[in-house]
């Protein structure tokens, strides 16, 4: 059983008021009701107060799947390259079981199992309690990504698209991702402009060499990366962004922001 680290920090520990959290998250949500039937998406793992209105974006229009497979950064450097957890994770709002057959198709490639990466990190954790408010009776597969490049996401997405596939998974990939960090808000919108734009397209090299030339430090590139090759393996071929925000919005402060975006890709 994994249990939960950033309870407390990142979102209430009390169920409660963790509840109280995500039906604030809700409120500014589209109440049109329309289902994005994604096979992927981006969503942040700040704070609830700073980014999760705009995870509930995607999580407000997600449909109802068998399987979540989940994908963030490692921030902690513990662990396997790629990491992937077998555990049921725990959260204030109860227990969500492994994709035990799931994540067995995917050992012996790139992403091999290693419970220590997930100990402490957060990326996916936070993710949890989303799913949770929506749905129920769903399960996870949990990805860790210590490396980030190219080659790397593209192999890990690979994986995943082949196993969804091989298994005939109704299944959406989870990209944990904030986007510019410790930025004026004028250049961080600047730069996450233009990052969101490549990733729109679904074209990775073009997300690489971008985040190279303007040096943009978006945390999980990797797990994008990965989510949209899965995403065009299951049939994918565009992107839309549901919304944009830093942050700014919920600080005031302008002068040093973290970006926040919210896409899907069908």
């Known amino acids: ?9 990142f979102y209430p520990a009390d169920p409660g008021a963790l509840r109280r959290e995500l039906e604030q998250a809700f409120l500014g949500v589209n109440t049109s009701g329309e289902v994005i039937p994604a096979h992927g998406v981006v969503v942040p793992h700040a704070g609830y107060p700073f980014s999760g209105s705009v995870a509930a974006e995607v999580y407000s229009r997600l449909p109802r799947r068998d399987t979540y497979v989940l ?20 959260t204030p709002l109860g227990v969500v079981e492994c994709d035990l057959e799931f994540a ?14 997930h100990l402490y990190e957060h990326s996916l954790e936070v ?6 408010y929506r749905f129920t009776g769903f399960r996870i597969v949990s990805i860790c990504m210590g490396l980030q490049d190219e080659e790397t996401a593209v192999d890990v997405g690979e994986v995943v698209g082949e196993a ?5 998974r109704d299944c959406t990939v989870i990209a944990s991702s904030d986007f510019t960090h410790y930025e004026s808000f004028e250049d961080a919108r600047k730069k996450d402009t ?16 971008l985040v190279y030339r303007l040096n943009i430090t978006a945390c999980g590139i990797g797990p994008i ?3 949209i090759t899965a995403s065009r393996i299951l049939g994918a071929s565009s992107g839309k962004l549901l919304r944009y ?16 975006g919210a896409l899907v890709f069908t």
């Open 1 to 9: 059983m994994r249990h939960p680290a950033a309870a407390d920090s």
């Open 194 to 209: 233009r990052l969101i734009e490549s990733i729109l397209q679904m074209e990775i090299t073009n997300i690489y060499d």
């Open 71 to 90: 994908i963030g950064p490692n921030h902690t450097g513990i662990g396997l390259p790629v990491s992937l957890s077998r555990d049921s994770w725990m």
């Open 104 to 117: 067995d198709a995917l050992r012996g490639s790139i992403i091999e199992v290693d419970e220590s990466a």
């Open 245 to 260: 925000a830093t942050s700014g919005e919920t600080t005031g402060d302008f002068s040093q922001v973290v970006g926040y």
């Open 225 to 227: 990366a990965a989510t």
């Open 127 to 132: 993710q949890i309690p989303f799913l949770q």
């Open 164 to 168: 969804t596939r091989d298994l005939g």
